[in-house]
């Protein structure tokens, strides 16, 4: 598994500020760097029932969205084009379960998006859990 590129404090610092899904209404703002944090805690959940050592994923999902601090948020769709996990399906789940979990604990949004978002994460999880031998209510209790 490949880490982050090289980078300055103040860059990886820049994410706190920030935003996350442009797209949907949220009834509160998520930074990157809340998103990255809560992807590590669920990287660790999943490493401790899958009974691996949960170190060298810790550090990856930390920084994992680091371009974000020049960009901005990039939604999934681009990013789907791109292997940023390289091979790591423990990264990309715990990814996508953070996401699955603020979306439905935070949003506003009652319209296709919100559910289009939420079954396309579902349908893309559906595969590593299973690689996994794990279930979704697993890692989300």
Request: charge should be positive.
């Amino acid at each position: 598994m490949k880490y982050p590129a090289p980078f300055k404090d103040n860059e990886a610092l820049r994410m706190q500020y920030i935003s996350r899904w442009g797209i949907i209404s949220m009834n509160r703002q998520q930074s990157v760097a809340e998103h990255c944090y809560n992807a590590m805690v669920y990287v660790t959940k999943i490493c401790k029932l899958v009974g691996k050592s949960p170190e060298k994923y810790v550090m990856y999902l930390l920084f994992h969205e680091l371009d974000e601090a020049y960009t901005g948020d990039i939604p999934s769709p681009l990013k789907d084009k791109e292997p940023i996990y390289y091979g790591c399906p423990i990264c990309k789940l715990a990814d996508m379960v953070e996401a699955y979990v603020y979306l439905n604990n935070h949003c506003n949004d009652t319209s296709e998006i919100r559910l289009w978002v939420r079954n396309r994460l579902e349908e893309k999880m559906k595969p590593l859990l299973k690689m996994l031998n794990l279930k979704l209510e697993d890692i989300t209790k």
